[in-house]
């Protein structure tokens, strides 16, 4: 069982957090070294959020991005710096467990509410992956 360390402002925690895991480990700074067994839930609502997100997965380590309002361009950032997962901050006890079980699972948790528009903006980029099929057809004219 990995253990769960939530990075957070003075002012926000949430009792679910405890509830889920009663050994947590709950503080306003982000460590400079955690063991690799570590679950990182990490407040997006601090400015330097992204600084520490890509800190962290260089590290290796999963990380659970939480927000106090869940909005796509911050999902998508989040996404790209690597986090494993984005929740709303106050999420239930047993949100909290389901976001833990699918990360530790190698899994990515997004909140359903946001997956939509995920899609949306995802659509809407130009793909382009190159193939090595694509040249040899393109040669045999």
């Known amino acids: 069982m990995r253990r769960s360390i939530f990075i957070t402002q003075d002012d926000l925690q ?18 400079k070294k955690l063991l690799a067994d570590t679950l990182v839930w990490l407040l997006a609502d601090s400015a330097d959020w992204q600084v520490q997100l890509q800190k962290l997965t260089a ?6 991005v939480m927000t106090t309002q869940l909005d796509i361009q911050q999902l998508c950032d989040a996404l790209q710096l690597g986090a494993r997962g984005y929740i709303e901050a106050f999420a239930n006890k047993t949100v909290i467990e389901q976001v833990a079980e699918t990360v530790n699972a190698g899994g990515i948790w997004l909140p359903g509410q946001l997956l939509s528009n995920l899609v949306g903006v995802l659509s809407g980029q130009a793909i382009n992956y190159p193939h090595q099929c694509d040249s040899e057809f393109s040669h045999q004219a």
Not at 15 to 20: F, R, V
Not at 59 to 64: A, F, G, K, N, S
């Open 14 to 31: 949430s009792p679910h957090w405890l509830n889920a895991f009663p050994n947590c480990v709950i503080q306003t700074a982000c460590p």
């Open 59 to 64: 590290q290796r380590l999963p990380v659970i």
